[in-house]
Each structure stands twice: as structure tokens, then as C-alpha cells.
């Protein structure tokens, strides 16, 4: 059945653009707002989209982002799967797993992104095709008044300055473009994935005002650093002011503006709470405050990752510490992954190929693709049954060899 609807399933041309994003809002239950409803959105890969028809309308979509992800000490090709889809009419029928076998058979056979990841809208969809969480959002709130930055923390002689949306981005851009890769998750930004991300839609703002962007410009004057963010300003009904400041994304170069530009989101007035929904899991906000208790944090799962290739996928990461172990991975949905692999791995780079040695370590995909940014522990996996160990020590070996100083975050929705 499945291998049926994968065959009928084709990319869309931009004229189907309309009945296509139509067809996904109407399954996602939200409503069609935005510039691009009719017309094609600039970051769109038509020719990787996906579509299924049933009597002249289309009941299932989906669509391929060709990415480069920051992983563990290099930058690795990833296919972002989005736009999936699937009419009430044609669900449990298979067809979204067609669309998986579709897009991961391709990339395999044309040998493209050895890496693919999405945002899932349930956590119970996408674990049988082999994805599994590999970033965790640290989205966190907390009471204004005490959410305080230490005396001793370290802010320059930097300023911080509220600008347009057009004087921001070039300036944010090159601040990302010197951090990202060094945060596992983070994406490559062009031109088109900045102006999706500083799209500001009215009818998106949920109450809040426009989106506020800051830089901070370091005492030599050069930009170091930017923040975004809103204000839903709202007052109680005795006239006391209870605003929420809610925090999108702050990065800096170094640790003076990052301090700086939390200190300035830290300290406007009318404000009860401030909310950083977007949050790395590991933020060094959480350290720069007098009470760390202040901070409450909902961390929840965030992109999810699956390796598509073993061998391309792991030698194009880094270990941090030197691993040389043969791997059984079990892969039902990708049987060429599936068997032994001798991973050779160090600080400068790793080899990964195809063994008859015995293995050392025995786990599924899923439990490879969650470790692989760097951010899930093979022992915590181990510790819930879903790794074997073989040979004795080879899981502590390999949890070391899979961590990164950095825990992954990817503050792109796609
Ligand atoms: C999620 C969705 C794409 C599934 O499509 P579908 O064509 O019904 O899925 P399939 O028929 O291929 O199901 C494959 C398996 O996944 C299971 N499954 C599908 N959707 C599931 C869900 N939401 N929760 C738990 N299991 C799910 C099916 O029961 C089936 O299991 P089985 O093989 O043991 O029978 C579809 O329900 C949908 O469009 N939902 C709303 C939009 C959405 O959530 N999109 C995902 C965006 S990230």
C-alpha cells in the first residue's frame, strides 16, 4: 500500500502553490495568514515538496528545506522535512509513511543530506521512521523583579540600541554568521531564512506589539551582539501593570554583550514577567542572575534528528574525545543502515564503515539519531533499556565521545 502512494506522490509546481498551503492549513487548524498564501515563499524548494491528489484535490503534503546544521565540530548537510500533511479523509492509511520511505529512500539513493530533522507537531509520529529528539528547548519564565544580574558579572562599556527591522538584520546577521557554528542545531541563515524569520505578521502577534530589536554595539563600535523580543502590555483592573516581556533570541560574540543585552531585557519597566520560550536548554542566562531560582524552566523536546546515512552522518562529525568501536545499529525503515559499523573518532574529524567485527555497542536508529547533535546520552539511553552494551565500558566510552561542551539548540522553526 505504501510503496503504491509513494509513486503517487509528486512535487508541486508554484500555479499549485494556493491549493497546496490551503490544503496544509486546513489540517493544521490554523488560519491562512501572512504574504505567502498565494503567492510562493521565497525559502520554498518546490522541487522537493511533495504532494498526494485523490480526485482533483490534494489530500497530503509535505516538502524538503536543503539545510547545513551545525553539529558536533563541523557543518553537515540536513534535509529539514516540513509542510507535512495529511487530510482527515485519507488518515491511517499509510500515507505519511509513504512520504517518509519517498524522502528517505531519495536521499539515500541520490546520496544528498546524510542527516534529516523536523519539528513534530505530536511526539508519538515520527519515532517509527527513525527521528528521534536531539535538542531540548529550556523555555523558561519568570517573576521580573527577580530576575536580577549579578554585580560581578562583567557588562562593558558597550550600549545597547533599539533599531528598525532594516538596520538590524545586516547587523544581526553577521553576529549569527560568527556564532552559529559553534552551537550544535543551529542552522545556516541566507538572506531568505532572515527575512522568514523577520516576517512580523499582525494577525500572528497574539496580543503582543511588534517586534523590538536591539543591538549591542561594543566600546569598540562594532556591533557584538542582538536581542528580539515583544511586550504584551497589559494592566489588572486595580491598574497595576503586569506586562510580559517575552524574549525571541539573544546572541552575542562574547560573554560582556551577552550580559549587557540580558541586563537591558532584565530591567524595563511595566514588566512582571519575562518569558524566553525559545531558550537553549543549556542558556548562560540561567548563570547570570543573583537567584537562579527565579528562572523557572519547562524544557521541552525540540528539533528531532535522523541519521539517514550511518556512515556518511558520523564521519562528518567530530568526537571530542578519541572512540574507536564497532557499532550494531538496528534499521528497520532504512535497511542499509542497518548491521555493524567501526566508528573511528577523535577531535579532528571521525571515519565510520561497514564491519564483521564483533560489536561493542548494539541501538536502534532512533537511539543513534537522538545522540548524534550531541545532546542525549547514550547512558541515559542505556540507563532506559534502549542501548546494549557488549563490551564492558564501551557505553561510558561512547557517551563521552558523543557529548559536546555545547548543548544543541535550534531557535529555527521550520
Ligand atoms: C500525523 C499525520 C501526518 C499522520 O498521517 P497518516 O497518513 O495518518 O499516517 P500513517 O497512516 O502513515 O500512519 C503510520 C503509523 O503512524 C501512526 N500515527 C500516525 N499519526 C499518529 C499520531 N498523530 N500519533 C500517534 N501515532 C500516529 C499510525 O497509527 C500508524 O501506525 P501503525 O503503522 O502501527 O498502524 C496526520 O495524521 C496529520 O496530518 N496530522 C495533523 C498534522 C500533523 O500533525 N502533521 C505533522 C507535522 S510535524
Known sequence: MADDLS?????????EWPAFTRAMHTVFGDPLTGPYTETVPPVAELDRSLALYDDGRIVATSGLYSFRMSVPGAVVPTAGVTWVSVSPTHRRRGVLTAIMRRQLTELHEQEREPVAALWAAEGSIYGRFGYAPASWRGGWTGEAGRLRVRDDVDTGDGRVRLVDAEEFRPAAARVYEAVRRWVPGNLVRDDRWWGRRLLDVPEERHGAN????????????????????????????????????????????????????????????????????????????????????ALHA???????VRVVDVGRALAARRYPAPIDLVLEVRDAFCPW????????????GGYCGRTDRDPDIVLGIEELSAAYLGGTSLAALQGAGRVTEVSPGAVTLASTAFGWPIAPWCPDEF
Open 7 to 15: 509513486a503517487q506522490l509528486r512535487p508541486i509546481t508554484a500555479d
Open 210 to 293: 511588534e517586534r523590538q530589536y536591539a543591538l549591542h554595539v561594543g566600546a569598540d563600535g562594532e556591533v557584538d551582539g542582538y536581542a528580539t523580543y515583544r511586550i504584551t502590555g497589559t494592566f489588572t483592573a486595580a491598574g497595576e501593570p503586569e506586562s510580559t516581556l517575552t524574549v525571541e533570541e539573544v546572541r552575542a560574540t562574547g560573554p560582556t554583550a551577552y550580559a549587557a543585552l540580558w541586563r537591558f531585557l532584565l530591567s524595563h519597566d511595566l514588566v512582571r514577567t519575562v518569558a524566553a520560550p525559545h531558550a537553549s536548554s543549556d542558556d548562560p542566562v540561567r548563570h547570570l542572575l543573583t537567584d537562579p531560582r
Open 298 to 304: 519547562h524544557p521541552v523536546d525540540a528539533l528531532w
Open 337 to 348: 543502515n542497518d548491521g555493524r559499523w567501526r566508528l573511528s573518532g577523535h577531535p579532528a
